[in-house]
T-cell receptor, first 113, second 118 residues
């Protein structure tokens, strides 16, 4: 079984602040993938990143960065210099695993101007 | 990323009628598609897994006779809400599983369908 926990249900920041969204996962697999998705107010989930458990290097994409720590089972997501357009619900997710696909509760990020 | 379309984007229907929602993978073949339901301010709830050419696998508590799923081709899965009632009003989202060496085990989502049953 794999599952993720996003302890932060809602976060509110002011524009240009940095913000980190936490994700802790549980798995018995030795190799696995983890994902982050963004759900803006329009409702469509947008794929942000996939991380292979073999690769613990941090990844940076523009203002987005991800910190994967296998030792603490965490896959945190940081937005640098947040913008109003970053306001959305962000989901951390494990891969589908035969009858055990469970998205986390999601973190609702509000970026105020 | 891969593109998944969903139609219709929004539907209003009367109680007792049936509604069909289509989910298409536009630029790849998807052996597996998923159907989710999402209530306001809540997470996604997996309803069923749809495999091309076989019967869908429903999650516990989801009525298979109520939510008919058909995955007749590698690019199309349909969800039919039969005899819809107001409590079926929700946001329905499909996803298609993209599973290649470049993008393993990755779900790409459709834009969702907002169903309102009067």
């Amino acid at each position: 079984a794999q599952k993720v926990t996003q302890a932060q249900t809602e976060i509110s920041v002011v524009e240009k602040e940095d913000v980190t969204l936490d994700c802790v996962y549980e798995t018995r697999d030795t190799t696995y993938y983890l994902f982050w998705y963004k759900q803006p107010p329009s409702g469509e989930l947008v794929f942000l990143i996939r991380r292979n458990s073999f690769d613990e290097q941090n990844e940076i994409s523009g203002r987005y960065s991800w910190n994967f720590q296998k030792s603490t089972s965490s896959f945190n997501f940081t937005i640098t210099a947040s913008q109003v357009v970053d306001s959305a619900v962000y989901f951390c997710a494990p891969p589908y695993n035969n009858n055990d696909m469970r998205f986390g509760a999601g973190t609702r990020l509000t970026v105020k101007p | 990323g891969a593109v998944v379309s969903q139609h219709p984007s929004r539907v209003i229907c009367k109680s007792g009628t049936s509604v069909k929602i289509e989910c298409r993978s536009l630029d790849f073949q998807a052996t597996t598609m998923f159907w989710y339901r999402q209530f306001p301010k809540q997470s996604l709830m997996l309803m069923a897994t749809s495999n091309e050419g076989s019967k869908a696998t429903y999650e516990q508590g989801v009525e298979k006779d109520k939510f008919l799923i058909n995955h007749a081709s590698l690019t199309l899965s349909t969800l039919t809400v039969t005899s819809a009632h107001p409590e079926d009003s929700s946001f329905y989202i499909c996803s298609a599983l993209f599973n290649t060496a470049i993008a393993p085990e990755t779900q790409y989502f459709g834009p969702g369908t907002r169903l309102l049953v009067l």
